[in-house]
């Protein structure tokens, strides 16, 4: 059930009838360690950002960028989404990295991270795109329930041996 408190904040019931309120906010260096937290015990993680330094060095570029932002559950930071301006072919917003606690996946926080991403993205460009590793066919299916669409394959693109999944999503509201 998604709700709206009294100050316009999502409430979930993600934990069978206690709701949690859920915030979003512009990262900064005093979520650094619950975003690094999040990105660990993932198949992203274990591909990518196996040593801390590189979860860290990825996870400060998105706050110095000012292009990270954080999901907070009752005040605690449960994950983030970082998305780089016309990242995509120099013309096209790029959802980079988004990455939520073990403990809150599967409770729906990442979709809701993604259409808050979403909203302020499609503000200014029509298309999202976003790679998904091979390896990684519940993130895939996941992007596809949410509207996006597989584009190609990109061997070897980051490492030898695995592909990368290049998806798109068109803003389809009406202007």
């Not at 597989?150 to 030898?160: C, D, E, G, N, Q």
Request: charged letters at 25%; aromatic letters at 14%; one cysteine or more.
């Amino acid at each position: 059930m998604i709700d709206f408190n009294k100050n316009g904040e999502i409430v979930l019931d993600i934990w069978g009838g206690a709701s949690v309120d859920i915030q979003f906010r512009k990262g900064t260096e005093e979520y650094l360690d619950s975003c690094i937290k999040a990105m660990e015990h993932s198949s992203m993680c274990t591909a990518y950002f196996q040593s801390e330094e590189s979860r860290t060095n990825a996870v400060l570029e998105g706050i110095h960028r000012g292009t990270l932002y954080v999901a907070l559950c009752s005040g605690e930071c449960a994950g983030f989404a970082y998305f780089i301006p016309e990242g995509a072919f120099h013309a096209y917003h790029y959802l980079h990295l988004i990455a939520i606690k073990e403990e809150y996946r599967g409770k729906g926080i990442g979709k809701k991270l993604l259409e808050f991403i979403e909203n302020i993205l499609f503000k200014s460009r029509d298309k999202i795109f976003l790679l998904v590793g091979d390896y990684n066919p519940d993130a895939k299916i996941f992007y596809e329930k949410s509207g996006y669409k597989y584009l190609a394959t990109i061997p070897s693109l980051y490492r030898k041996g695995i592909d990368e999944l290049l998806m798109m999503k068109v803003y389809e509201g009406g202007e």
